[in-house]
């Protein structure tokens, strides 16, 4: 058995018990292969144990592994901050994009796709950790930023994201999970038209079993399938960071 699939089984285990312990069936937690600075080799590994759903956080990185990858029955999220002079690269191989955490990015899909002619899935993430680093829409402006967002055409709002605060402590990161799910309550009592929420997207590797009893209906994990990065989270996340762009 390689590592990627001893891991793979650790993790359904995970779920399966963080479901047991709040009664939830784990048939409603998708797991989402965060896959990172990994090549497509490894992710090849996971995909032949029966794994369909991946994201990526770099348009560069959707680009180097299409090709290997293209004869997998793969879903491809982008789950990372998404560049705008990158964003129509970005559509030419992704599905669905969980990180719409601007206006003016929704609004650049919105015209690229009319363009195409074409709908695209999105997410919308929130910072609900309230760190300066992470991207994402402030919880306060969910309503409006729903609202306005709806009004695009060609995107479909199907969920919600978030990255919780990223602590060893998971318990830490529970409020910031919690906002999510009430992010998306409020977003359905609102019933603002052309919204069909589906997804909460929460939960990776340290907080997995949290972000299940907070709802999360999809968990996101690189690390404990794929194992330790080298590269520091903070390129993925930080804005600010000038390394942002060194390739991998
Ligand atoms: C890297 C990443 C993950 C997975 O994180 P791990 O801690 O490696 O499991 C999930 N979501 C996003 C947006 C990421 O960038």
Same mark, same amino acid.
């Given at each position: 058995m390689s590592d990627v699939e001893r891991n793979l089984k650790a993790i359904y285990e995970r779920i399966k018990n963080a479901c047991i312990a709040c009664d939830r069936s784990?048939?409603?937690?998708?797991?989402?292969?965060?896959?990172?600075?990994?090549?497509a080799e490894r992710i090849i590994e996971a995909?032949?144990?029966?794994?369909?759903?991946?994201?990526?956080?770099?348009?560069q990185e959707l680009v180097a592994k299409a090709d290997a990858l293209s004869g997998w029955p793969i879903e491809k999220h982008m789950i990372g901050h998404l560049q705008s002079n990158k964003a129509a690269k970005a559509l030419d191989h992704v599905t669905c994009i969980q990180s719409i955490d601007?206006?003016? %990015?929704?609004? =650049? #899909? @919105?015209?690229?796709l009319a363009k195409r002619e074409k709908q695209l899935d999105v997410y919308l993430q929130f910072n609900t950790s309230g760190e300066s680093s992470k991207f994402g829409f402030d919880p306060n402006e969910a309503v409006s930023v729903a609202r306005e967002i709806a009004q695009f055409e060609h995107l479909k709002i199907k969920g919600v994201m978030t990255i919780g605060l990223l602590v060893p402590e998971p318990v830490l990161s529970r409020s910031s999970l919690r906002?999510?799910?009430? %992010?998306?309550? =409020? #977003? @359905?009592?609102?019933?603002i038209p052309g919204i069909d929420l589906q997804e909460i997207s929460m939960g990776m590797s340290t907080d997995l079993e949290v972000a299940i009893e907070e709802g999360s209906t999809m968990v996101r994990i690189g690390t404990d399938i794929f194992g330790k990065r080298e590269t520091p989270p903070g390129i993925f996340w930080n804005e600010n960071d000038p390394s942002r762009e060194a390739p991998i």
């Amino acid at each position: 058995m390689s590592d990627v699939e001893r891991n793979l089984k650790a993790i359904y285990e995970r779920i399966k018990n963080a479901c047991i312990a709040c009664d939830r069936s784990p048939s409603e937690v998708r797991l989402m292969l965060a896959t990172k600075t990994n090549p497509a080799e490894r992710i090849i590994e996971a995909l032949k144990c029966g794994e369909t759903l991946i994201g990526e956080n770099r348009v560069q990185e959707l680009v180097a592994k299409a090709d290997a990858l293209s004869g997998w029955p793969i879903e491809k999220h982008m789950i990372g901050h998404l560049q705008s002079n990158k964003a129509a690269k970005a559509l030419d191989h992704v599905t669905c994009i969980q990180s719409i955490d601007r206006m003016s %990015i929704a609004e =650049r #899909l @919105n015209t690229l796709l009319a363009k195409r002619e074409k709908q695209l899935d999105v997410y919308l993430q929130f910072n609900t950790s309230g760190e300066s680093s992470k991207f994402g829409f402030d919880p306060n402006e969910a309503v409006s930023v729903a609202r306005e967002i709806a009004q695009f055409e060609h995107l479909k709002i199907k969920g919600v994201m978030t990255i919780g605060l990223l602590v060893p402590e998971p318990v830490l990161s529970r409020s910031s999970l919690r906002d999510l799910r009430i %992010i998306y309550d =409020r #977003l @359905n009592e609102e019933a603002i038209p052309g919204i069909d929420l589906q997804e909460i997207s929460m939960g990776m590797s340290t907080d997995l079993e949290v972000a299940i009893e907070e709802g999360s209906t999809m968990v996101r994990i690189g690390t404990d399938i794929f194992g330790k990065r080298e590269t520091p989270p903070g390129i993925f996340w930080n804005e600010n960071d000038p390394s942002r762009e060194a390739p991998i």
